[in-house]
């Protein structure tokens, strides 16, 4: 396993760098990390050359190292290349996965403007479509848009993000941050706190709850990015007390704290690419969890869960839509519960990692077979 260095997370490897690389064992994996650190904050030139250096570096790994297949996941787009040298200088089975539709998603967010840059990345996502032997899509519009560029159906598998049962569906302890008390109702929302995740949907809710005097609803935002900062600047100008900031914690930690809250917030952007093209994690996290999900954008999530009748689905930029499911979830603990008891079924019908876990290797396994 190949990485770099993330602000919020451990390899396992404590030993120093030498020469900007560290290898170790960790738990029968040989894993190297990169000295190439990345957080959700820095801006999009360190995050760009940070990909670039880290594409560079696992080129000389994947064409000298001993090994069966190459499996490179997105995002970024550029961790494809190695698996590309790999394919045609080393005769490689390569499996590419794919999290996210680039450049579709920052050309729809309007991150990336230059034409000889969204050119260029078009190139490459084609060239890595082409090179995989294989490819694997989280959600149903990532499959078709893999299928779009020219990709026969059969090499595409869909393998959405799984849930963690082991993690979130066992009892543990519940912990409350301060400014909770015992009878309040808390939507939480664990993730980046960047431009993609439209937090300020987040804060425009706080802001309607608070001028109708619901002080007993709270909303937890738990994680960084690089909006974070601004976001916790309005909620102090505009007094919203209601919305509550913690650090990024582990999904130990996270557990206790869904233990805690009532139901989980499934935000993103008005972004249309969005609707189809992501498979966020932390709405699996929520529904193995047993939390109902409020989601606030059209898409395959929310006919999921209106299908499954789980959570509510309210629609992009309308802030009392979004109080006013807070406001039912509040009133109607009984139902509130069933949701979440219909999220679980949810989970460990459709999600559960194990049984999606079992999928990946067959599909892998496949791949490498001559």
């Given at each position: 396993?190949?990485?770099?260095?993330?602000?919020?997370?451990?390899?396992?490897?404590?030993?120093?760098?030498?020469?900007?690389?560290?290898?170790?064992v960790?738990?029968?994996?040989?894993?190297?990390?990169?000295?190439?650190?990345?957080?959700?904050?820095?801006?999009?030139l360190?995050?760009?050359?940070?990909?670039?250096?880290?594409?560079?570096?696992?080129?000389?790994?994947?064409?000298?190292?001993?090994?069966?297949?190459?499996?490179?996941?997105?995002?970024?787009?550029?961790?494809?290349?190695?698996?590309?040298?790999?394919?045609w200088?080393?005769?490689?089975?390569?499996?590419?996965?794919v999290?996210?539709?680039?450049?579709?998603?920052?050309?729809?967010?309007g991150?990336?403007?230059n034409?000889?840059?969204?050119?260029?990345?078009?190139?490459?996502?084609?060239?890595?479509?082409h090179?995989?032997?294989?490819?694997?899509?989280?959600?149903?519009?990532?499959?078709?848009?893999?299928?779009?560029?020219?990709?026969?159906?059969?090499r595409?598998t869909a393998?959405p993000?799984?849930?963690?049962?082991?993690i979130?569906?066992?009892?543990?302890?519940?912990w409350?941050?301060?400014g909770?008390a015992?009878?309040?109702l808390?939507?939480?929302?664990a993730?980046?706190?960047?431009?993609?995740?439209g937090?300020?949907?987040?804060?425009?809710?706080?802001?309607?709850?608070?001028?109708?005097g619901?002080?007993?609803?709270?909303?937890?935002?738990?994680?960084?990015?690089?909006?974070?900062a601004?976001?916790?600047?309005?909620?102090?100008?505009?007094?919203?007390?209601?919305v509550?900031?913690?650090?990024?914690?582990?999904?130990?930690?996270?557990?206790?704290?869904?233990?805690?809250?009532?139901?989980?917030?499934?935000?993103?952007?008005?972004?249309?690419?969005?609707?189809?093209g992501?498979?966020?994690?932390?709405?699996?996290?929520?529904?193995?969890?047993?939390?109902?999900?409020?989601?606030?954008?059209?898409?395959?999530?929310?006919?999921?869960?209106?299908?499954?009748?789980?959570?509510?689905?309210?629609?992009?930029?309308?802030?009392?839509?979004?109080?006013?499911?807070?406001?039912?979830?509040?009133?109607?603990?009984a139902?509130?519960?069933?949701?979440?008891?219909?999220?679980?079924?949810?989970?460990?019908?459709?999600?559960?990692?194990?049984e999606?876990?079992?999928?990946?290797?067959?599909?892998?396994?496949?791949?490498?077979?001559?």
């Open positions: 396993m190949v990485c770099g260095s993330y602000s919020a997370g451990k390899t396992g490897l404590s030993q120093r760098f030498n020469k900007g690389v560290r290898r170790g960790v738990d029968g994996i040989d894993v190297v990390e990169l000295d190439l650190n990345y957080s959700n904050s820095d801006g999009l360190k995050r760009t050359w940070t990909f670039l250096k880290f594409a560079v570096r696992s080129i000389g790994l994947a064409l000298t190292e001993k090994y069966d297949l190459v499996f490179a996941t997105t995002t970024p787009l550029t961790a494809g290349i190695p698996g590309i040298f790999a394919r200088l080393r005769s490689k089975p390569f499996v590419f996965e999290r996210d539709l680039w450049p579709e998603l920052p050309k729809a967010m991150v990336v403007h034409p000889l840059v969204l050119c260029a990345l078009g190139a490459l996502e084609w060239l890595s479509y090179s995989a032997h294989r490819l694997i899509g989280l959600s149903p519009g990532i499959v078709e848009g893999i299928c779009n560029r020219g990709i026969d159906p059969q595409v393998i993000n799984g849930c963690d049962l082991n979130f569906s066992v009892p543990v302890e519940p409350s941050p301060p909770i015992p009878h309040d808390v939507a939480i929302f993730g980046t706190h960047g431009q993609a995740n937090l300020d949907a987040v804060l425009d809710a706080a802001a309607e709850l608070k001028a109708r619901h002080q007993e609803i709270k909303l937890l935002l738990i994680g960084n990015g690089k909006l974070k601004g976001l916790v600047s309005r909620a102090r100008q505009e007094g919203l007390y209601n509550i900031f913690l650090d990024p914690v582990n999904k130990a930690r996270l557990a206790q704290l869904m233990a805690r809250s009532d139901l989980g917030l499934q935000v993103l952007a008005d972004v249309p690419a969005f609707y189809y992501t498979s966020p994690n932390k709405f699996f996290d929520y529904i193995a969890a047993s939390k109902p999900v409020l989601n606030n954008y059209p898409g395959w999530l929310a006919e999921l869960i209106e299908a499954n009748q789980c959570g509510f689905v309210v629609p992009p930029g309308n802030a009392k839509a979004f109080a006013d499911a807070l406001e039912s979830a509040a009133t109607n603990p139902s509130l519960k069933a949701m979440g008891e219909r999220s679980l079924a949810l989970a460990r019908a459709e999600f559960d990692r194990r999606l876990g079992e999928r990946w290797v067959d599909w892998i396994e496949g791949t490498a077979k001559p």
